[in-house]
């Protein structure tokens, strides 16, 4: 029985896993359409499947938390539990959202005719941020001091920031336009493999406890994340996200205490 419940949280990480490989799997048949409208203008459509790609990490991102929350509650916690969750995150939230990108700038630079041939080496940008994710988690594999806060992003937080796109994208919002240009792709990918790879500790909801002081600023962006939700849906995702990357860098005293 006891080996048994060891098995538990790894076998909760493999299904972290499993929806990471069926997000690439609608990642990468997603494609790019292009029509004419009636005006002689070339809209450009996006295929259902990288709607179901951003599901895909979402379910993976929830499997990801039951893992450890399982490991603890079983006392189940091992080396090779923490391994193979890196792998599985690797996956799941580094090569998974990569190929989103990927295909949002296929369809960025779709308005040139030959953008699929000689603009191809640009598309490359895409898998510097699975990168800079493993980069990221093979750091933290070996750190001993982020134990109640991490150092830079954690890839997971991206991950999901990435999966948000397609679904704001389906919304049809004022947003959707710049999500059609290839250097807002470029400049995320920069960006986001930046926050993974820096040093700065950001907040961690493990060490919540013991740090009273940032209840408040959490519950201010709970807060902002629930009203965006409302009036804006999914972009409730980059806005909670730009609010917890605010929290960390204002309170980072607090945060490594």
Known sequence: MGWIQKQIPNIITLLNLFFGCWAIVYAFQAGAMASIDDTGGMIIEMPEQLYYASLCIGIAAIVDFLDGFVARWLKASSEMGKQLDSLADVVSFGVAPAFIIFQFLRMSLAN?????????????????????????????????????????????????????????????????????TPIFWFSYVLLSSFLMVMTRPMLALKGLGQKPKLYLPIAIIVLEIAVTAVFYRWMAVPFGFLGYCIVSLLYKKTITQ
């Open 112 to 180: 040139d005719v030959n953008a699929f041939s000689h603009n191809s080496i640009l598309l490359g940008a895409a898998f510097i941020l699975p990168m800079a994710g493993a980069y990221r988690l093979a750091r933290f594999n070996i750190d001993k001091e982020q134990a109640s806060y991490f150092k830079g992003v954690p890839i997971p937080m991206i991950g999901l920031l990435t999966a948000s796109f397609p679904l704001i994208y389906w919304q049809a919002s004022w947003f959707s336009q710049i999500l059609l």
